[in-house]
């Protein structure tokens, strides 16, 4: 059976018909904060209704620990979107983005809560995020449901593979990124490395694959090892014992997977002498460090999945929020998650939900096509009948089974002197 085909006869059996217990399921899931009515009105509307005006909606970090990291993915839904409607909108009309919810973090799981009841109220046929894996994790049940579409531009956790019909995700998963970051510490001569990890999801299946890597080169992970019970808690704010028990094993380097955690485990690692050249960093906490003194983390390195932005994009992001000059990570996913679920209506003619799922696959290039890189070229191709594949900005390959990209790239970045992390190359996976 052809992916297509497959994606759909899935989605027509779990969450379609799934979405004839939506009402109550949401129910039982909200703690009876949202009716019945409400999210059997929500399924309708988000999923086979034909409806013409394409409603998105965000789910990203306006605070908590991830918080650092929505810059890039909010210009990028402002500049997909304001492209997408300068060139005649989806199906002729501008798309509306109809909600802006915050996924915060799990220290807080009431925010959550509102969030998706937020969601589910608002009716849009597509979510972007959330960026947290865990969040994800938390915020699936509901969403999904409820007939909306989630699409994350972040989430690496390996076990959101093909989690959820109602799921994709535009960004390679930590298998590749994990190999990449191995790869890149032993290419430096490295043999013995201290993993500094956030105990989560992400955390915690990043370090593992790291950890994969490292062990089938020779070399050995001498702290913060998969079962030793070191890794340490999401938000946590202090690190002189994690620091001085990673160091007492006097590792070659240290890799830190954490989200905003690496602003204080960073100069806990310079107080204790570390030689910050020797540090690797992850696609959480690569970011710029203005707050840091000039030339702490100079020689850094860190590992992003996806490709580099571009001068000219990172000018119209800048542009689109200002706010994206602070980090552009996850722009190209977020942006590419936008155009995809935009040309997907495009092509099936309607904006509601399944509509979109069943288109989504083949505009990613799954099944073959011409080449195109902006929207307005897309739906040009797609107006004439011919098929596509929507060569993204983040360098992915087209969905495969798993609703994640087929092959992805992974950037490798550097430290100048002003602690802003400086792009030195890429590699496919």
């Known amino acids: 059976m052809g992916r297509k085909a497959s994606f759909m006869k899935k989605f027509s059996h779990r969450a379609t018909s799934g979405l004839a217990l939506a009402a109550g399921a949401a129910l039982l899931l909200s703690g009876c904060t949202t009716s019945s009515g409400d999210s059997a009105d929500s399924a309708e509307s988000a999923t086979g209704s034909g409806e013409q005006v394409l409603k998105i909606g965000t789910l990203l970090p306006q605070t908590g620990s991830l918080e650092h990291l929505i810059y890039g993915p909010q210009a990028a839904v402002k500049l997909a979107v304001s492209e997408i409607n300068e060139a005649g909108g989806v199906l002729g009309n501008d798309i509306e983005v109809v909600v ?43 969403v999904t449901e409820a007939g909306i579409l989630m699409g994350s531009p972040s989430n690496t956790g390996i076990a959101l593979a093909g989690v959820n019909d109602l799921y994709f995700r535009t960004i390679a998963s930590d298998i590749i990124q994990g190999r990449a970051l191995g790869n890149l510490v032993l290419q430096d001569g490295n043999t013995s490395v201290a993993v500094l990890t956030q105990n989560n999801d992400y955390g915690k299946g990043l370090r593992d694959n790291l ?10 992970v001498v702290y913060g090892a998969k079962g030793s019970g070191e890794e340490f808690p999401e938000a946590q704010t202090t690190f002189s014992s994690e ?19 690496a602003k204080q485990a960073i100069p806990e690692l310079a107080a204790q002498g570390f030689d910050l050249s020797k540090l690797y960093l992850v696609d959480g906490n690569t970011v710029p460090y203005p707050e840091f003194d000039a030339g702490l983390l100079e020689g850094a390195q860190g590992t992003t999945p996806g490709r580099t932005v571009d001068a000219d994009f990172e000018k119209a992001l800048v542009a689109a929020s200002s706010d994206a000059s602070k980090s552009l990570n996850f722009a190209p996913e977020a942006y590419d998650a936008v155009m995809l679920v935009a040309l997907a209506a495009q092509k099936g003619g309607a904006a509601d939900t399944e509509t979109i799922v069943a288109n989504l696959h083949a505009v990613s290039g799954s099944e073959g096509g011409e080449t195109c890189s ?37 950037g490798l970045y550097k430290y100048d002197a002003e602690n802003t992390p400086q792009p030195v190359g890429e590699i496919e996976g």
């Open 374 to 410: 902006t929207f307005k070229d897309c739906a040009a191709l797609l107006d004439d009948g011919k098929d596509i594949h929507y060569e993204g900005r983040a360098g992915g390959g087209p969905l495969n089974e798993d609703n994640e990209p087929s092959t992805a790239l992974i």
């Open 100 to 142: 802006e919810a915050n996924e915060h973090d799990p220290t807080d799981p009431t925010i959550m809560n509102k969030s998706v009841d937020e969601i589910i109220k608002a009716k849009p046929a597509f979510v972007l995020g959330a960026m947290g894996t865990g969040n994800t994790n938390a915020a699936m049940p509901k």
């Open 243 to 261: 620091v001085t028990a990673a160091l007492a094993k006097k590792p070659d380097a240290v890799a830190m997977v954490s989200y905003v955690e």
């Open 211 to 220: 950890q994969t890597t490292l062990e089938d080169a020779g070399a050995e």
